[in-house]
């Protein structure tokens, strides 16, 4: 893991649990099934500012739909609340 990569954060959304995937950028970049977190704000932010404290740059990726919307307006709002220093690239889409 390179602190100055990016990771794309694939993440499989239900009404009860997510899957969380992270693949590093680049060719040589691993690729790992982080498991599964409950569908709760703390779990979601806890998820972001980890992941956040890693790489660089995050790159999420889920589901549209009723589960995905609401997903996607909580970690655009755990965006906000990470320290100055974890906030320099999140893209959400």
């Keep these: 893991m390179n602190h100055d990569s990016g990771a794309f954060v694939g993440i499989?959304?239900?009404?009860?649990?997510?899957?969380?995937a992270v693949a590093e950028e680049g060719r040589g970049g691993d690729v790992r099934y982080l498991g599964e977190i409950d569908t709760t704000e703390a779990a979601t932010r806890k998820l972001v500012t980890k992941l956040a404290a890693k790489y660089r740059r995050?790159?999420?990726?889920?589901?549209?739909g009723p589960t995905g919307y609401g997903l996607y307006r909580l970690i655009r709002t755990a965006s906000w609340r990470l320290p100055r220093s974890s906030r320099r690239d999140l893209a959400i889409g």
């Design 58 to 64: 995050l790159t999420f990726c889920y589901e549209a």
């Design 12 to 20: 499989d959304t239900s009404k009860l649990r997510n899957a969380v």
